[in-house]
T-cell receptor
Framework: NAGVTQTPKFQVLKTGQSMTLQCAQDMNHNSMYWYRQDPGMGLRLIYYSASEGTTDKGEVPNGYNVSRLNKREFSLRLESAAPSQTSVYFC????????????FGPGTRLTVL | QKEVEQDPGPLSVPEGAIVSLNCTYSNSAFQYFMWYRQYSRKGPELLMYTYSSGNKEDGRFTAQVDKSSKYISLFIRDSQPSDSATYLCAVGGSNYKLTFGKGTLLTVNP
């Protein structure tokens, strides 16, 4: 089992370009999350999907959109990238019920020039 | 006031030392308490999970929660160079979300 996978691993964009970060999980978890991690800021929640068919804003949603394509996949889209979106992006998943533990992917390092 | 406060360090200790990492939180509604370890350029991985006050031990690691003081700790005994990483505390309630501390960078020197 791969767990949580993210593509791409690295990306460089120019200001104004768009891109989609992909996340897939084979853990059969219901909930999926997108975070960004910046030096000195910790992990901040961008969007989450408590279950297939639902999405909700997190702490820092501006400039991003998400799609919960199916139970396995949750994508994050930057429509018009800005230098302030330079960050490391992590996808995470959680099963419903039981513990609240989240399982993270390896991350995507994004640089916006 | 931030929901979760964590001293960012950095913390540098010699091999074999006992390490103490701490977080405070502000919302008494939080019910779940976790510690994640994050190696450089990797995703966070769950290290310890607890939902009650008291101590939980797993090998060299002990998680401690004091709900009355809203204080959580992680102790690492006999620290090893392989423990060098950033440690993130996280707290959760019943709303599907976790709130993370900013992380403490730990270096264990051989």
């Amino acid at each position: 089992n791969a767990g949580v996978t993210q593509t791409p691993k690295f990306q460089v964009l120019k200001t104004g370009q768009s891109m989609t970060l992909q996340c897939a999980q084979d853990m059969n978890h219901n909930s999926m999350y997108w975070y960004r991690q910046d030096p000195g800021m910790g992990l901040r929640l961008i969007y989450y999907s408590a279950s297939e068919g639902t999405t909700d804003k997190g702490e820092v949603p501006n400039g991003y959109n998400v799609s919960r394509l199916n139970k396995r996949e949750f994508s994050l889209r930057l429509e018009s990238a800005a230098p302030s979106q330079t960050s490391v992006y992590f996808c995470a998943t959680k099963t419903s019920g039981g513990t609240d533990t989240q399982y993270f992917g390896p991350g995507t390092r994004l640089t916006v020039l | 006031q931030k929901e979760v406060e964590q001293d960012p360090g950095p913390l540098s200790v010699p091999e074999g030392a006992i390490v103490s990492l701490n977080c405070t939180y502000s919302n008494s509604a939080f019910q779940y308490f976790m510690w994640y370890r994050q190696y450089s350029r990797k995703g966070p991985e769950l290290l310890m999970y607890t939902y009650s006050s008291g101590n939980k031990e797993d090998g060299r690691f002990t998680a401690q929660v004091d709900k009355s003081s809203k204080y959580i700790s992680l102790f690492i005994r006999d620290s090893q160079p392989s423990d060098s990483a950033t440690y993130l505390c996280a707290v959760g309630g019943s709303n599907y979300k976790l709130t993370f501390g900013k992380g403490t960078l730990l270096t264990v020197n051989p």
